[in-house]
């Protein structure tokens, strides 16, 4: 039977391991965060309530559009209400200021998989940011290393067959078959990319990389100079006379 004495330590170390572990549990998921955010902006103008300026939005947003976030800005501040169909949170463009370098965008939030997605329309060609996708895209692409390129896009199509984001009725402009395989071949193009950059630059010899004791790779080092012959000086010189022979 356990003393008193003993079992102080043992009360004291669960003690402590529930006051680690309580924050931890009581802190909310970013799907929380999220849903906290946007329920009570239905129907507000998301440019009059800061939504994409809102951190939360904003990180997610560059993270997923990269060299795209700027041009899909200038279409969504032209939103003005946010609405709900379902899960679904989204915002449309109502005009396009920039026509020369789209028509349209749609910002869509899955509040069941805590997914977001971009709908980019440029010209006849409707480019789709998701970040499932992505994610899905970059991990096939790690593990399949130097498979044949048709194994690739082959592993990636099996890969985000489940998480192809779903669009609301406003958006039915987005084409989600051809959308989704332009999205994943852009992602395995560029993850192919940085891959082989990768290796490139881990194989190039660096500059320090050099043999050690070799002298010429100290830098107050001077290579010898052979000694020059001043071909006036050379021909000012008297010649000194051959010797005479002695007589027999």
């Known amino acids: 039977m ?3 004495s003993s079992l102080l330590p043992l009360v004291a170390l669960c003690l402590l391991l529930a006051g ?25 103008d998301p440019n009059q309530v ?6 939360i939005v904003k990180n997610r947003m560059v993270a997923l559009l990269g060299p795209n976030y700027d041009t899909t800005m200038q279409l969504l501040h032209t939103a003005n209400e946010l609405r709900k169909e379902g899960p ?15 028509q349209k965008a749609g910002l869509v939030w899955n509040s069941e998989t805590n997914q977001m997605a971009v709908a980019l329309m440029k010209g006849d ?8 996708i992505q994610a899905a895209a970059q991990e096939r692409v790690a593990r399949a290393e130097d ?7 082959e592993t990636v199509q099996g890969a985000v067959a489940g998480v192809i984001p779903a669009w609301p009725a406003e958006m039915s402009w987005v084409n989600p078959r051809e959308a989704i395989g332009e999205a994943v071949e852009q ?4 993850a192919v990319e940085q891959a082989q950059t ?4 881990a194989a190039a010899p660096r500059s320090d990389d050099s043999t050690p004791g070799d002298p010429a790779n100290d830098e107050a080092y001077e290579a010898p100079q052979e000694d020059a012959i001043d071909d006036e000086d050379e021909a000012d010189s008297e010649v000194a006379p051959a010797p005479e022979a002695a007589a027999p």
């Not at 799907?31 to 902006?41: E, H, I, N, R």
């Not at 800061?50 to 951190?55: H, I, M, W």
């Not at 060609?125 to 499932?132: D, L, P």
């Open 2 to 4: 356990l003393r008193k």
């Open 20 to 44: 680690c572990l309580a924050p931890a549990l009581l802190m909310p998921s970013s799907s929380q965060l999220m849903w906290a955010l946007l329920k009570p902006l239905v129907g507000f």
């Open 50 to 55: 800061s939504l994409f300026e809102q951190p």
């Open 88 to 102: 679904l949170f989204y915002v449309v463009s109502r005009y396009t200021p920039v026509p020369e370098m789209a």
């Open 125 to 132: 060609v409707t480019e789709v940011f998701a970040e499932r």
């Open 147 to 153: 498979a044949a390129r048709d194994k690739v896009d």
């Open 187 to 190: 992602r395995v193009e560029q």
């Open 198 to 201: 990768q290796a490139v630059e």
